[in-house]
């Protein structure tokens, strides 16, 4: 699977940016999906995660009722919605695949198989 992120950007404050993942090479609509993001001198911190087959979501604390996930298997597409974005959300931001291997630790950036390069989000104060 390729992945490739897009849509980072320069905001204000509570303004919005919407992340797209683009996957390619494999059947799409199987992996479970994250996006993670890493700023300066930090570790990677999950954002959000999508499965594959229910959708089922799950949200970091910092991001909740801020920022959306959502997925369409048929143009094998993952977007993460950005709204109200604070100065803490800037980062460069990733988006991964996984197969759905039980036991995994889906918050755990080196479960997943599959990563595209970032995009920086920076949000200015």
């Known amino acids: 699977v390729q992945l490739q992120a897009s849509g980072g950007g320069l905001v204000q404050a509570g303004g919005s940016l919407r992340l797209s993942c683009a996957a390619s090479?494999?059947?799409?609509?199987?992996?479970?999906m994250g996006w993670f993001r890493q700023a300066p001198q930090k570790e990677h911190e999950v954002v959000a995660i999508?499965?594959?087959?229910?959708?089922?979501?799950s949200y970091a604390d910092s991001v909740k009722g801020r920022f959306t996930i959502s997925r369409d298997n048929a143009k094998d597409t993952v977007l993460l919605q950005m709204d109200n974005l604070k100065p803490e959300d800037t980062a460069v931001y990733y988006c991964?695949?996984?197969?759905?291997?039980?036991?995994?630790?889906?918050?755990?950036?080196?479960?997943?198989?599959?990563w595209g390069p970032g995009t920086q989000v920076t949000v200015s104060s």
């Open positions: 991964a695949a996984g197969l759905p291997i039980l036991g995994r630790n889906w918050y755990d950036w080196t479960a997943y198989d599959y």
């Open positions: 999508i499965r594959g087959s229910s959708g089922s979501l």
């Open positions: 090479g494999r059947t799409f609509s199987g992996y479970r």
